[in-house]
């Protein structure tokens, strides 16, 4: 009877710790955001785009580019979301509309070059106090992190800070 209850005893503790063994999903989302770290992008787990500014429970994943030196001025002009989908207002893009505020005019040709860089798995993509930032499901490679940053990158050489 001793040994019955020793031996269920082990299967609680072995189940409780392999429990605690990362899922292969888990272990895919350390890669890839430890290889955004690497590219200089900050991983932020979110609202939903949409919901962003509305302060809602965190259920997206932002890959932020911050703001620079060069282009740390900015104001609340340069505060914009884009968002993939029919809600909003239209934007010159297919299948994007702006959500609440729209990028000045004098980005629109880089937010052209950036969408057509970019994975077609981002949804949204935004301009705040913290820099540029992409949302993405983490559903892809590393060298789609590439392209994101990439695509950041085209946006933000291209802001002026005037």
Same mark, same amino acid.
Request: charged fraction near 25%; hydrophobic fraction near 25%; charge should be positive.
């Given at each position: 009877m001793s040994y019955l209850v020793v031996a269920v005893a082990v299967l609680v503790m072995i189940s409780v710790l392999t429990s605690f063994k990362p899922s292969t999903?888990?272990?895919q989302q350390v890669i890839l955001r430890?290889?955004?770290?690497e590219r200089g992008l900050h991983v932020e787990i979110v609202a939903d785009?949409?919901?962003d500014q509305k302060g809602s429970s965190p259920t997206a994943v932002r890959y932020l580019l911050p703001w620079t030196a060069k282009n740390i001025r900015h104001d609340d002009q340069r505060h914009w979301l884009l968002v993939r989908g029919k809600r909003g207002k239209l934007s010159p893009w297919k299948d994007w509309c702006w959500f609440q505020q729209q990028a000045p005019e004098d980005c629109h040709r880089s937010i052209q070059r950036a969408l057509e860089q970019m994975? $077609?798995?981002v949804n949204a993509i935004c301009s705040n106090s913290f820099g540029l930032g992409a949302y993405w499901p983490e559903k892809g490679k590393v060298e789609e992190i590439d392209k994101i940053a990439?695509?950041?990158?085209t946006? $933000?050489?291209?802001?002026k800070t005037e």
């Open positions: 999903r888990q272990k430890r290889y955004a770290n785009a949409v919901t994975p $077609s798995s990439d695509g950041l990158r946006i $933000s050489r291209n802001i």
